[in-house]
């Protein structure tokens, strides 16, 4: 039983390190029937404590397997602390050539992460960053959620 315990406080020493590099992290999986209206915006504000000379900006796609799409447009805007902004416009490529999904499946869930900005130098402050789909239709079917990551290299 003593080594149980050892064993168990171990593991989760483990696990509670496999997130240091994660300086925020939002995922809104709140899609009603799992359509994400074109005009709804996701956004993401964070406060950045320290200067951090190199992360990543990823993006996370939650979605249905076998998404009819081959890509899907996005726009990202990012609001930076100096009031500058950027928009990013992405072609997100759900499936390869050959039709098959780029996502991490498990059953009928996929989650597809793309990074949309490496190696980004942020500054002490309060960022936002806005995702908005840019399908031609009036909403983008199969979505289960959509997140940002950023992450320290």
């Known amino acids: 039983m003593k080594y149980c315990k050892h064993l168990f406080f171990l593991v989760f020493l483990f696990l509670l390190s496999c ?5 925020y ?3 809104y999986s709140d ?8 005009k709804e915006v996701k956004s993401f504000d964070f406060l950045i404590k320290n200067n951090e000379s190199k992360v990543d900006l990823i993006l996370h796609l ?6 009819q799409f081959q890509s899907v447009p996005f726009n990202v805007i990012i609001f930076y602390p100096d009031g500058k902004k950027e928009s990013i416009p992405i072609n997100l ?3 390869d050539e050959n039709g098959k999904d780029l996502a991490d499946c498990s059953g009928d869930i996929c989650d597809l992460y793309f990074t949309i900005k490496e190696k980004m130098a942020l ?3 309060k960022y936002k960053v806005e995702i908005k789909n840019n399908f031609s239709g009036d909403y983008l079917p ?11 290299q």
């Open 62 to 67: 939650g979605h249905v397997y076998d998404f």
């Open 142 to 152: 199969n979505v289960l959620g959509v997140g940002i990551k950023v992450k320290k």
């Open 25 to 27: 992290s939002k995922f």
């Open 93 to 95: 490529k759900i499936k």
């Open 31 to 38: 899609f009603k029937e799992n359509r994400w209206l074109t």
């Open 19 to 23: 997130d240091k590099d994660i300086v």
């Open 123 to 125: 500054q002490k402050g």
